[in-house]
């Protein structure tokens, strides 16, 4: 028997008669029968509070279906009306920004039965293409960004989690690897959560991959998913995969999240092996990321006018670049983009231990079929698994979720200052791709030998030893929480 669509209730301000109307993609409060022939008001944003009068009702009528966090029948205390119908949802402004509220209407004795029925559907449709009542393990790093993540955790997060009757550990970490050591460490992780979610900058999420990597079973471990609520001077993950540095509306993409799979990123080090999803940089990139410690009260802005004043400056990085290249003109990476922009990945990965590295380790001989570039003026050298390296940079257009790829980026400090300044400005709006002072190549895998004596490098946000390292990628081999099963960016 096919669940109900409809059902009547009352508003419980001033009992005016409605029928609450799943229609294709939303909840629609629907007043026309109390008003006549007049016809139904069709899809506005959201109602607006919790014993909403019918006029703030008829302006706002209607939910979608990916903001309804749960519904419920409450006991009432009214004789003629034994029941109350909640519906807890996330109100949706500017298309990315939320915050918790609920409607509830009063139910008549015979419609009890069909009010459940009702529920049924509209969680169905709610949850269409993710789990309810997600099993949580949250891991809160309170001393990221300015070191409000827990206040604001507590805030806005844990009250939409609650509302959307998540199941949820919480975990403060105390230092510096202490995530990693979770993750690794933790009996039956694969079988108790349905997603990892950072509370967090990039360096939680950072230290979660690593920790995966080194669970008994591998290809159990990355299926499940990793995400974040962005609590964090920079929050890229969070970005890429919801599209918002919102918290609340953060944590609505985590409850309505989609599990897909995503290219890992293998480097070697010295005599280590670590894994990672966001980037690598050496050069003015590296130097704005982890040399601007000094100016972290400014936020994510620090990187701004730390790039500014090294271009100003004229700074040079000398190294030499070894790199497997697939794709180096526009054209061809425009094609590759083209050709896998639309797909959507499950984890198919099944090896208990992590992928041979198919290249070798930064020791072993560099691969005859790999061109070598010697720069002395190296400005940017920049290489990344997501398009957002941030909020306000759009650094790598091109990149995509599972495409086998890595996206590097070169910019070398012989071009005017001006040019350098005009590419880094334009990251904003991905709008350096075009530029013909820079070069951005699709490649496999890659060398970088640093050739002076000290410096940055940046690996997911996080300081690397200043010596060599190599990076080859391990495709499909992670899983994330997504909005909508893609990365959140304009493309190319």
Same mark, same amino acid.
């Not at 944003?45 to 706002?60: E, G, K, R």
């Given at each position: 028997?096919?669940?109900?669509?409809?059902?009547?209730?009352?508003?419980q301000?001033?009992r005016?008669?409605?029928?609450?109307?799943?229609?294709?993609?939303?909840l629609?409060?629907?007043?026309?029968q109390?008003?006549?022939?007049?016809?139904?008001?069709?899809?506005?944003?959201?109602?607006?509070?919790?014993? #909403?009068?019918?006029?703030?009702?008829?302006q706002?009528?209607?939910?979608?279906?990916?903001n309804?966090?749960?519904?419920?029948?409450?006991?009432?205390?009214?004789?003629?009306h034994?029941? *109350?119908?909640t519906?807890d949802?996330?109100?949706?402004?500017?298309?990315?920004?939320?915050?918790?509220?609920r409607?509830?209407?009063?139910?008549?004795?015979?419609?009890?039965?069909?009010?459940?029925?009702?529920?049924d559907?509209?969680?169905?449709?709610?949850?269409?293409?993710?789990?309810?009542?997600?099993?949580?393990?949250?891991?809160?790093n309170?001393?990221?960004?300015?070191?409000a993540?827990?206040?604001?955790?507590?805030?806005?997060?844990?009250p939409?989690?609650?509302?959307?009757?998540?199941?949820?550990?919480?975990?403060?970490?105390k230092?510096?690897?202490?995530a #990693?050591?979770?993750?690794?460490?933790?009996?039956?992780?694969?079988?108790?959560?349905?997603?990892?979610?950072?509370?967090?900058?990039?360096g939680?999420?950072h230290e979660?991959?690593?920790?995966?990597?080194?669970?008994?079973?591998?290809?159990?471990?990355?299926?499940?998913?990793v995400?974040?609520?962005?609590?964090g001077?920079?929050?890229?993950?969070?970005?890429n995969?919801?599209?918002?540095?919102?918290?609340?509306? #953060?944590?609505?993409?985590?409850?309505?999240?989609?599990?897909i799979?995503?290219d890992?990123?293998?480097?070697?080090?010295? !005599?280590k092996?670590?894994?990672?999803?966001?980037?690598?940089?050496?050069?003015?990139?590296?130097?704005?990321?982890?040399?601007?410690?000094? =100016?972290?009260? =400014?936020?994510?802005s620090?990187?701004t006018?730390?790039l500014?004043?090294?271009?100003?400056?004229?700074?040079?990085?000398?190294c030499?670049?070894?790199?497997r290249?697939?794709?180096?003109?526009?054209?061809?990476?425009?094609q590759?983009?083209?050709?896998?922009?639309?797909? =959507?990945?499950?984890?198919?990965?099944?090896?208990?231990?992590?992928?041979?590295?198919k290249?070798?380790?930064?020791?072993?001989?560099?691969?005859?079929?790999?061109?070598? *570039?010697?720069?002395?003026?190296?400005?940017?050298?920049?290489?990344?698994?997501?398009?957002?390296?941030?909020s306000?940079a759009?650094?790598?257009?091109?990149?995509?979720?599972r495409?086998?790829?890595? !996206?590097?980026?070169?910019?070398d400090?012989?071009?005017?200052k001006?040019?350098?300044?005009?590419?880094?400005?334009?990251?904003?709006?991905?709008?350096?791709?075009?530029?013909?002072?820079?070069?951005?190549?699709?490649? !496999?895998?890659?060398r970088?030998?640093?050739?002076?004596?000290?410096?940055?490098?940046?690996i997911?946000?996080?300081?690397?030893?200043?010596?060599?390292?190599?990076?080859?990628?391990?495709?499909g081999?992670?899983?994330?929480?997504?909005?909508?099963?893609?990365?959140?960016?304009?493309?190319?």
């Amino acid at each position: 028997m096919p669940l109900p669509n409809s059902i009547i209730g009352y508003t419980q301000a001033d009992r005016v008669r409605v029928r609450l109307v799943l229609e294709d993609g939303f909840l629609l409060i629907d007043h026309a029968q109390t008003y006549g022939n007049q016809p139904s008001l069709g899809c506005f944003s959201s109602i607006s509070c919790v014993s #909403a009068s019918s006029t703030d009702l008829l302006q706002h009528n209607s939910i979608v279906y990916f903001n309804v966090l749960w519904a419920e029948l409450l006991p009432s205390t009214l004789e003629n009306h034994p029941a *109350i119908l909640t519906v807890d949802y996330c109100k949706v402004k500017d298309e990315k920004k939320a915050t918790l509220d609920r409607v509830s209407f009063l139910i008549d004795a015979q419609n009890e039965r069909a009010c459940e029925a009702w529920i049924d559907n509209l969680l169905n449709k709610s949850y269409q293409n993710t789990i309810r009542n997600k099993r949580l393990l949250v891991l809160i790093n309170p001393f990221g960004g300015q070191g409000a993540a827990l206040t604001r955790y507590k805030k806005y997060s844990a009250p939409i989690l609650a509302a959307a009757r998540c199941r949820v550990e919480e975990i403060e970490t105390k230092y510096k690897g202490h995530a #990693a050591e979770i993750i690794e460490n933790m009996e039956g992780l694969e079988q108790s959560y349905d997603a990892i979610v950072c509370c967090s900058g990039d360096g939680i999420p950072h230290e979660v991959f690593n920790g995966l990597s080194k669970r008994p079973n591998v290809a159990a471990a990355f299926k499940v998913p990793v995400c974040q609520l962005p609590c964090g001077s920079g929050n890229a993950l969070c970005v890429n995969l919801v599209g918002s540095n919102d918290l609340q509306f #953060a944590t609505l993409s985590v409850v309505k999240g989609i599990p897909i799979s995503v290219d890992l990123c293998a480097l070697t080090q010295d !005599d280590k092996r670590y894994i990672t999803f966001l980037s690598q940089a050496l050069g003015m990139i590296a130097d704005c990321d982890l040399g601007t410690e000094n =100016m972290r009260w =400014m936020g994510e802005s620090r990187f701004t006018v730390g790039l500014i004043m090294r271009v100003l400056s004229g700074a040079t990085y000398p190294c030499k670049v070894s790199v497997r290249i697939s794709h180096e003109s526009r054209t061809q990476v425009r094609q590759a983009y083209q050709e896998h922009k639309n797909k =959507m990945h499950t984890s198919t990965f099944e090896c208990t231990q992590l992928p041979d590295l198919k290249y070798g380790t930064v020791h072993d001989p560099i691969p005859e079929d790999w061109k070598s *570039i010697d720069s002395s003026s190296l400005a940017v050298f920049y290489v990344g698994k997501m398009p957002w390296v941030s909020s306000d940079a759009l650094f790598f257009p091109a990149a995509l979720p599972r495409d086998g790829y890595m !996206d590097m980026i070169l910019i070398d400090s012989s071009i005017p200052k001006k040019e350098i300044l005009s590419i880094l400005l334009g990251v904003a709006e991905g709008k350096h791709f075009d530029s013909k002072y820079l070069h951005y190549y699709k490649v !496999d895998a890659y060398r970088i030998e640093p050739k002076a004596h000290s410096g940055y490098i940046s690996i997911d946000g996080e300081s690397f030893n200043f010596t060599p390292f190599q990076v080859e990628l391990h495709p499909g081999l992670g899983t994330v929480l997504s909005r909508t099963g893609q990365f959140q960016a304009p493309g190319i």
